[in-house]
């Protein structure tokens, strides 16, 4: 009997599409998730032991919080590809689904049998998706990766340096989730093919060409000129109000002209010959030095009432606490109220197309007996 593929939504662009998702971690779980978030049906499929991602950081149950933020809107169902019978299972789920999510390390996937060309199989129209952290080929394909060493090894920790002088680590998983994002992105293109030719169709997403990706014009730049300007449009950056620490963009060199005269600094333009931002790059230690003294005598406040009226780009910078307390959080439609089971409830970010609240991410394997008698009803 054929799996209902608009059981859980029936709205949503998405809806119908019937995802197998065997990954584990965060970028491969938060595509399938977006998946979801779009309406798809999503069956998420833990191993024994269930997602490693389930253990990380604060647990309740056999959900940590990365989990519940990876994994809402999905079934869950516990599979032991080791084992012939449960490995049968999977094929039965794979002949009828539309999408595939794998996150083994290259060789491993044909090691267990989910590898594309099996699958493929089974399924002749399969979006087949597999996420690794430096590809399928190469000499470090097989190489361990996570998201640190992706931000290291793309030299994107060395292109965020702190007032330290020391290149930081960001400390969010940001490449496991730009890499999810694409990959939702690179299903959505596949879809359109398949609706053309009706193949079955190979992705492949990694972290470290994620990573490579947001840096698009730096490695532009230093191919082309043999080095990488670190910082854009001197002097803006962080600095320290009286009360708080604001963040001051300068997108272009009229807004430094306007920034020196509100802050009664022209003289200084001439001084320091300072007629472009290349000059600005040129003097900017004794430029910032002079800036952090005179925004550093005034609140925050005062600073984004004097520069935003003037068309300046600036901000406080915010806690997650102060975003959560935000009017414009709530009243501007970015962040939208869930609940799930055994949670208080809470705020995640609203995207365009996506159906709302999806429902509550799965214990491991809660739904197994449920779809299996579904899948040989």
């Given amino acids: 009997m054929p799996l209902d593929k608009n059981k859980n939504n029936t709205n949503g662009p998405l809806s119908g599409r019937l995802v197998i998702d065997v990954s584990q971690g965060i970028a491969g779980p938060y595509c399938a998730q977006m998946l979801a978030s779009y309406g798809a049906r999503v069956i998420k499929i833990d191993p024994p032991s269930g997602d490693w991602c389930r253990a990380v950081g604060t647990t309740f149950g056999t959900l940590s919080y990365y989990a519940v933020a990876y994994n809402r809107g999905k079934e869950g169902i516990v599979l032991d590809l080791k084992q012939k019978e449960d490995l049968e299972t999977l094929y039965e789920l794979v002949s009828e689904a539309d999408i595939f999510l794998e996150s083994s390390r290259p060789g491993v996937a044909e090691k267990i049998g989910i590898d594309f060309e099996t699958l493929k199989s089974k399924n002749s129209s399969l979006i087949y998706l597999s996420i690794s952290g430096f590809g399928q080929q190469g000499p470090y394909s097989t190489r361990p990766c996570t998201d640190g060493v992706a931000q290291a090894y793309s030299g994107l920790v060395n292109g965020n340096v702190g007032e330290d002088g020391l290149p930081h680590k960001l400390d969010i998983p940001i490449v496991d989730i730009v890499t999810g994002l694409m990959a939702c992105q690179s299903i959505g293109m596949a879809l359109l093919q398949r609706d053309r030719d009706g193949q079955a169709q190979y992705l492949d997403n990694n972290l470290v060409a994620s990573a490579l990706e947001v840096q698009k014009v730096k490695l532009i730049e230093q191919h082309l000129n043999g080095s990488v300007v670190?910082?854009?449009?001197?002097?803006?950056?962080?600095?320290?109000?009286?009360?708080?620490?604001?963040?001051?963009?300068?997108?272009?060199?009229?807004?430094?002209?306007?920034?020196?005269?509100?802050?009664?600094?022209?003289?200084?333009?001439?001084?320091?010959?300072?007629?472009?931002?290349?000059?600005?790059?040129?003097?900017?230690?004794?430029?910032?030095?002079?800036?952090?003294?005179?925004?550093?005598?005034?609140?925050?406040?005062?600073?984004?009432?004097?520069?935003?009226?003037?068309?300046?780009?600036?901000?406080?910078?915010?806690?997650?606490?102060?975003?959560?307390?935000?009017?414009?959080?709530?009243?501007?439609?970015?962040?939208?109220?869930?609940?799930?089971?055994?949670?208080?409830?809470?705020?995640?970010?609203?995207?365009?197309?996506?159906?709302?609240?999806?429902?509550?991410?799965?214990?491991?394997?809660?739904?197994?007996?449920?779809?299996?008698?579904?899948?040989?009803?």
Wanted: charged letters at 25%.
């Fill in 230 to 377: 670190a910082k854009l449009n001197v002097p803006s950056g962080i600095y320290a109000a009286k009360d708080a620490n604001i963040a001051i963009a300068l997108a272009t060199y009229a807004h430094f002209q306007k920034l020196m005269d509100l802050l009664d600094a022209n003289d200084v333009i001439a001084e320091m010959g300072l007629d472009s931002f290349e000059a600005c790059m040129r003097e900017e230690e004794p430029l910032r030095t002079m800036l952090r003294e005179i925004l550093g005598a005034m609140p925050a406040e005062h600073w984004m009432s004097l520069l935003g009226g003037a068309g300046i780009i600036v901000n406080r910078i915010n806690s997650l606490e102060d975003v959560l307390a935000d009017e414009q959080a709530k009243e501007g439609g970015l962040l939208r109220e869930v609940s799930h089971a055994g949670l208080s409830d809470f705020l995640l970010p609203q995207l365009p197309l996506t159906i709302g609240d999806v429902g509550d991410a799965p214990e491991k394997g809660q739904d197994t007996e449920a779809v299996l008698a579904e899948l040989r009803g």
